[in-house]
């Protein structure tokens, strides 16, 4: 949802979006030209070197980094096992990490954005997306090393409000629609 939106704000602000997909390019996304799809298999460390050497000079001229990577485990607590953990942990954070490490080495970033999550930095006892609020938490952590490192340039959005249409909503929470979240982040990037 939050994808979406993004690349819809990017494209309302001119400029040209790369964005990953695993198997296929999503549906419903009209042809653009300033939108170029990469395909990329993120499951392990390999999948990850390849896709930034094959795409080096593309990344080159890479202004913008948003990170909203990472698919939430949604499985009940007592059937976890520490391969989901292993499997969140890589897809939001060692991911994340190498991504950013690499482009921010090229040179040309203006800005790292990484997108958390509503109860990101909370202590809470979550029962069924502990893996994903623990690789989140992981995410926020890694994020702040990043921005201590290159301050003015790489940033966290915390806690991002929940989103309309969400699959984990908390009771009581006010939903914001993804296009005024989109709209919201691309103002604090383009500052």
Not at 26 to 46: K, N, Q, R, V
Not at 152 to 170: N, S
Request: a negative charge; hydrophobic letters at 45%; aromatic letters at 10%.
């Amino acid at each position: 949802m939050l994808g979406r939106a993004l690349i819809d704000a990017c494209a309302d602000r001119g400029l040209t979006v790369l964005a990953q997909y695993h198997s296929h390019i999503p549906e419903g996304f009209p042809s653009s030209a300033g939108l170029h799809w990469i395909g990329a298999d993120f499951a392990d460390g390999a999948g990850v070197s390849a896709f930034l050497l094959e795409n080096r000079e593309l990344f080159q001229s890479c202004r913008y980094l948003i990170n909203n990577y990472g698919p939430i485990c949604d499985k009940p607590f007592k059937q976890l096992r520490a391969e989901d953990f292993m499997r969140d942990y890589h897809h939001n954070v060692a991911v994340a990490f190498e991504i950013t490490r690499y482009l921010l080495d090229l040179g040309g970033l203006q800005a790292v954005v990484n997108i958390g999550f509503h109860h990101q930095g909370e202590e809470r006892a979550y029962q069924r997306i502990l893996t994903y609020a623990a690789a989140k938490n992981a995410l926020l952590l890694m994020t702040r090393a990043f921005a201590r490192a290159y301050p003015e340039t790489v940033f966290d959005i915390y806690p991002l409000p929940v989103l309309e249409g969400a699959r984990v909503i908390p009771p009581g929470a006010s939903a914001v629609s993804p296009a005024d979240a989109a709209g919201a982040i691309m103002n604090m990037l383009l500052r």
